[in-house]
Nanobody
Framework: QVQLAESGGGLVQPGGSLRLSCVASGFTFSAYTMRWYRQAPNKERELVATITSAAGNTAYADSVKGRFTISRDNAKNTVYLQMHSLKPEDTDVYYC?????????WGQGTQVTVSS
């Protein structure tokens, strides 16, 4: 079955960097568009970044543009989110996501906390 497993979160000071990873299994990873979302308690889940399957085209939320980079390694079935110049407002649980005609699939999330 489809499984997504995020890692790489943690506590970082403002201005710092983190790289999140999401390892996928149970489907043909290279054929799927992948996304990173984030969500804080009592807030709606926000789409952060998207990377398409074939061309690897990317798109970002305005709030992270120029600071975050999404990438993928199809040989490792892994999608990454490189985050620079982190701000306290980036503090959230970050989720990896994909979907097909049958369902949407989410990982368990990884906590990112930006604080001094």
């Amino acid at each position: 079955q489809v499984q997504l497993a995020e890692s790489g979160g943690g506590l970082v000071q403002p201005g710092g960097s983190l790289r999140l990873s999401c390892v996928a299994s149970g489907f043909t990873f290279s054929a799927y568009t992948m996304r990173w979302y984030r969500q804080a308690p009592n807030k709606e889940r926000e789409l952060v970044a998207t990377i398409t399957s074939a061309a690897g085209n990317t798109a970002y939320a305005d709030s992270v543009k120029g600071r975050f980079t999404i990438s993928r390694d199809n040989a490792k079935n892994t999608v990454y989110l490189q985050m620079h110049s982190l701000k306290p407002e980036d503090t959230d649980v970050y989720y990896c996501h994909t979907w097909n005609t049958r369902d949407h699939y989410w990982g368990q999330g990884t906590q990112v906390t930006v604080s001094s």
